[in-house]
Structures are given as C-alpha cells and as structure tokens.
C-alpha cells in the first residue's frame, strides 16, 4: 500500500490498520512530515502494533534519535541496499508475529483461568437459585447490572474510592450476595404466600449466614474477593435511610458495592417472576423504585437509574447473549489454531477484503455518505461514494474548516452539529441531526445518524465520531407538502381557520402581556362575482385577495381563510391601532380584480378590551363585522361596550320578529 505523503499514511492506517504488518515510513513529506505520522501513530496507540522502519536521508542524529523516541524499531539510511531493506522487514516482522503470538498465548491463559473462576462462581451461585426456583438469569443479570451502574457511577463522581480494576471484582462478588439462603429452609424459602414474622426474621438470617460462611473460609481470608463478597452478602439489605438489615446501617455507611448491588437485586426481582408474584414491566419497576416502594437508595444511584433506564433492557439482553458470544469467539480461535500462521493470516487478509467489497458495495447501493472522524488528527474519512457526492477528497482534514464544506453547511448548522456531538456521552453516545446542506448552490435536507467513540481511559476521553449522512430531500418535501396542506387553503394559500386558530392561542399563551387585534372581513357583493361571471371568476378573486393580504401585513403576523368569502388577521400593535388598521383597509378595499372591485366588510377586537381568550376575540370581532354589515357594509368598526349591548338589543328584536314571521307565514311542501 502507498501513500505520498504523511496525510495519505495516516488515512492509511486508519482505515487498513488490522491488515498493516509494518510501515516503512520517511521523514520529509508534504502535508504531513514523518515525526507528525509518528505522534498520530503514538497518540492513537497504533505504534504498540504496528512496527515503523524509517528511511531518510537525514541522518543528523537529532533526527535518529527522535525517531527511535518516537517509537520506529530501525532506522536505515539513503542510499540504501534493496537486499538489506527486504531482510530487515523480514526480521521485524517475524519477531512482531511472534511477539504477538507470545502475547495471545498469555492472553489464552489468563482468559481460561477467568473463566474457570467466573465458572465456578456461577456454578456455585446457581445452585443457590435453584432452591430458590428462581430464573437461571437471576445471577447473570445482577452481574450485568452491577457492572453497569458502577461504570456510570465511575463517570458521574470521584466520590467513593473504587478504579475500573475494582468493576470485575465487585461483579464477581455480586454473583454471591444470596449465597446465605443455602442455610434458609425450603418451607420458607419457596413461600408461595406473605411471610409471617417470623418466617421473614429467618429469611433475613441469609444476609449474616453469608458474612460467616466468607469469615470462616479456612484459607485465603485476606483476599480482597472474599472481603468484597462479605460485604455484599451481609448488607446488600440495608438501605439508605438506615431501615434495612441486618444492622442498620445508613447512608454511606454501607459499602457502595453493597449499595449497587442492592439496586441491582431489586430491579431484576421486581421484572422477573417469583413463587409469591408474577413480573413487573420494565416502566413499572422503574416506577416503584424512584416512588421508594422498595426503600430508599442512595440518591446519586437514582440519578443514575432515572437517567439510564431506557438502556436497561437491552443492556441485560447484550448481558444474556454476551457468554454465549465469548464462548464463539473463543471455539473460532481455537478452530483457527489449526492453520499454519501464513494461510491464516491470508484467511483473515480475503475475509477482511471480502467484508470490505461488500461493506463498498452496500454503501453505493443506499446512497450513503459514511464517515470517520478523528479528533487527534483532526480529521474525516468518507466513503468512495460519499466523497464523490460531496465533491471532496476521501480524507480530509480540519473538517470544519475546508473551505467548500463551510459553503455546505451553513455556520448555524456547523454550530449545532458540534453542540450535539459534544452532548454526547460514553453512556449515551448516539446522536443524529437533520439539517439543509447546499449541494451545487441548491439546498438538500440531510440526516446525520453517528455515535461518538470514546477511549479506554478514565475517564473516558472522546476520540472522535463514526456515522453516515442520508440525504432526505424527497421525503422531506414530501413531509411538508403533506403538513402544507393539513394546515394550509388549497386554494388561497393563506392558512386554514383551525390551523391559524391554534397559531394564535399559543401566541397569545406566550406573549399575555401583549397588544393584539383579531380581524375578521368578507368580501361585499360577492355573490354578485360568482353570479356574474361564474365561479372560475369567483375563485381568481379570491386568490387576489389572497395576495393583497399578504402584501399588506408584516412577517410576523397572521392570516386565513376562515371560510367561503370570509377571512381573519392576527395583528400584534403598540399604541394607536387604527392608523394600522386603516392603512391595511384601504391598500386592499379600492383595488379590483379585471372588472370586479374589491369592497370589504371588517370588525375588529382588541385584547385589552375582550381579553386574551381565542373564542371571545373571534366572536367580539365578528359582532363589529355584524354591525358594519347592518349599516351598509364597505367599512371597517372597532368592538365596544356599547356595541355589546345594541348587539343585544338587536338580537331580541331579531328574535321576536322571526318567531311573528314564522307564526303569520304558510308553510310550502318544502318547508
């Protein structure tokens, strides 16, 4: 594999670094020089497998000792011979394989003993719950859970003085908690029903019986195992506000694995079935915990419940699965130890390019954009396809500087896709984020879906971030035609009543100390255009109307069709309304339509005069839209009191003379 310079080396070892046996590396290089690969290389721990022979013509030795500094294994100078190079990179790579091989086998070694000793834990955990009758999964998901609650507590808080190298041994530990029911009788023990007092004060003798049985262990006492397991057994009853067993303890008095543990315990006995109760959901025992059905925990381990309950089922699946998966991969080391070290290697080589073409050809077929972003080089990797549709190059580097894509991603978009990349988490560590990318000066709508990668360190440092970008344009358009037209008039363009009704409710919820009128108007004689010219006519006006609405308010406020010939403003003012009303009126009453002329009837209502309620606006501006229209229409009138009560008025009269009419009038057959 070549590269021409340093850039082009680190993208290498990026993307191939598992199929890189050893780099023969120069010095002087553009866009990156060979000390620059070298600290990329150490940065990102490649340099611990990865052997380096550097080749220069600089042999100053400042310049070979900080090579060898820097971690090469040889370093040859130009003009070289090509037989001495060849037997070189032979020798470094044969001590490397066998280097590696030493260090796989040690690996075996330690794995097998793990895992006898985890074996032999589970073997002896589970014979306890299986006098209990309780799931296979009972010991295996406490562990799960233990392990994870501790790791969330180890990024949350300094507080207690646990490491990551005490996760393994606090877990193991846990498997024991209930070791003590092996002395509780059966009778007891597989209770169907409630305890008497008396059967729970023997059912609580199991926290004691497994402290003594850790105690009177004849050897290995002082092993920082039994100490931990002892713990757990006798308190991972008691609880936070000093109401657990056996002895009472409070707070932080009780050691935090047994605390943790004690979590662990009781989620996993609230989800699955027992011999007194069937399970509970998820949601429920979540419920019931933070409710403090079940005692009161230590509040920094509820934060730390509440925050990561979502990931919990899952968590315990993967935590099933994970034995089973150790177990494969291990049968598939073993079943490669039956090929000599070559073929296997060139096994693993057409596995990996196998993967790879298909990883390719997937890629093309779903359009997608993929990457790899490293923080320490700054730096992105794409896809073939994904750079071609970008017009960039396969690597890139300083990502948010490159001038063309600043011209693709807006600054706002740049700014936010780095607030949420930067919001994520080791625990949380998806994120995704739709925006508009300019693609050949046309917008696009975008999906970023990417998790963010983080080291082994603690704690755990952010790396960089692997993802893929989807271009959702169609879908998008499509989506907002289809909310365009929910909320929209088909024929006007203006919004519909009930979509600008709910507009103006949470306008008026989040602006209560605001000036606002509702203006509701039709169009005079209306039924004249229609009648006259037909309804095509009809319709054309309308659409005028529309544009002259549109043209005579601001940004910010709001209108619609409410219906036939009838339309509503939303206006925000300060001071004085009627210069604002008044200018509104006359730039659109006055014009006209080929030989129809525009006339208008309109009402307004105020908010300090009706108040901020939705429905008493509307009904107050169509009152003085009422009354415009009883006295000879082609104006505009503001609500009052005074119209409220000749409203009234009028509306008895209205009343009774309706109810004379229909009394003196003949009824017809279609009536």
């Avoid at 399970?279 to 230590?298: D, Q, R, V, W």
């Amino acid at each position: 594999m070549e590269a021409e310079n340093g850039l082009e080396a680190v993208s290498a070892l990026q993307k191939h670094r598992t199929e890189i046996d050893l780099v023969l590396l120069d010095i002087v290089m553009p866009e990156m020089d060979g000390f620059e690969v070298l600290s990329v290389m150490n940065r990102n721990h490649w340099i611990e497998d990865i052997p380096v022979i550097m080749i220069s013509s600089e042999t100053a030795p400042a310049h070979i000792e900080r090579a060898y500094n820097l971690g090469v294994t040889d370093f040859i100078t130009r003009p070289f011979n090509a037989l001495i190079v060849h037997r070189r990179v032979v020798n470094t790579t044969l001590l490397y394989a066998k280097q590696k091989k030493l260090v796989s086998m040690v690996t075996d070694q330690i794995y097998e003993k793990e895992r006898q000793n985890t074996l032999m834990i589970d073997i002896l955990s589970h014979t306890v719950e299986f006098r209990n009758g309780e799931s296979g999964y009972h010991v295996l998901h406490i562990r799960t859970l233990t392990e994870f609650f501790l790791q969330q507590l180890l990024l949350k808080t300094d507080r207690y003085s646990i490491s990551p190298a005490d996760i393994p041994l606090i877990c193991n530990a846990s498997a024991l908690h209930d070791i003590g029911k092996i002395a509780i009788p059966d009778a007891v023990l597989n209770k169907p029903g409630r305890f008497t007092d008396e059967e729970f004060a023997i059912m609580k003798t199991h926290t004691t019986v497994g402290s003594d049985m850790m105690d009177n262990i004849p050897v290995h006492k002082n092993d920082p195992l039994i100490s931990v397991t002892r713990s757990i057994c006798r308190w991972h009853h008691e609880r936070w506000d000093g109401r657990g067993y056996p002895d009472g303890l409070k707070g932080d008095e009780i050691p935090i694995g047994a605390q943790v543990v004690a979590l662990a315990d009781v989620y996993d006995a609230l989800t699955s079935a027992r011999v007194y109760k069937p399970p509970y959901s998820h949601e429920k025992a979540i419920e019931m915990i933070l409710g403090g059905e079940c005692g009161t925990f230590n509040p920094l381990l509820m934060e730390i419940l509440q925050e990561s309950a979502p990931l919990l089922p899952e968590r315990l699946q993967g935590g099933e699965q994970g034995s089973t998966s150790l177990l494969e991969m291990r049968s598939a080391a073993q079943e490669m130890h039956h090929y000599e070290e070559l073929s296997a290697s060139e096994r693993t080589l057409q596995l990996l390019e196998h993967e790879r073409m298909k990883f390719s050809f997937f890629a093309a077929m779903s359009q997608e954009i993929q990457f790899e972003y490293t923080c320490d080089p700054s730096m992105v990797v794409l896809n073939a396809w994904g750079a071609n549709y970008l017009g960039l190059k396969e690597t890139v580097m300083d990502p948010m500087e490159n001038p063309r894509i600043r011209e693709q991603i807006s600054e706002a978009n740049r700014s936010s896709l780095i607030r949420i990349i930067n919001s994520a988490t080791p625990a949380q560590p998806m994120v995704s984020y739709e925006f508009q990318l300019t693609l050949d000066g046309q917008p696009r709508w975008c999906r970023i879906i990417a998790r963010t990668t983080w080291s082994g360190d603690e704690p755990p440092q952010y790396t960089g971030v692997i993802g893929k970008a989807v271009d959702i344009h169609d879908s998008q358009m499509k989506l907002a035609a289809l909310e365009r037209a929910a909320s929209h008039d088909t024929l006007t363009g203006l919004l519909n009543h009930a979509s600008a009704k709910k507009r103006i409710v949470n306008r008026l919820e989040d602006e209560r100390d605001g000036q606002f009128a509702l203006v509701i108007f039709d169009l005079d004689h209306f039924k004249t255009a229609n009648d006259t010219y037909g309804h095509s006519f009809g319709d054309e006006v309308l659409k005028f109307l529309a544009a002259k609405i549109r043209e005579s308010i601001r940004g910010a406020d709001i209108a619609a069709r409410v219906g036939g010939d009838e339309f509503l403003m939303f206006l925000a003012y300060r001071g004085n309304l009627e210069p604002i009303i008044s200018r509104i009126y006359h730039s659109i009453s006055g014009s006209c339509y080929e030989q129809f002329p525009i006339s208008l009837s309109m009402g307004v209502a105020r908010t300090e005069m009706v108040g901020t309620e939705y429905d008493a606006l509307f009904h107050a501006a169509d009152q003085a839209l009422y009354q415009v229209k009883r006295s000879g229409r082609g104006r505009y009138e503001f609500y009052n009191e005074t119209m409220r009560n000749m409203l009234s008025v009028i509306s008895s009269i209205d009343s009774e003379t309706s109810e004379a009419n229909d009394a003196d009038e003949p009824k017809g057959d279609n009536e």
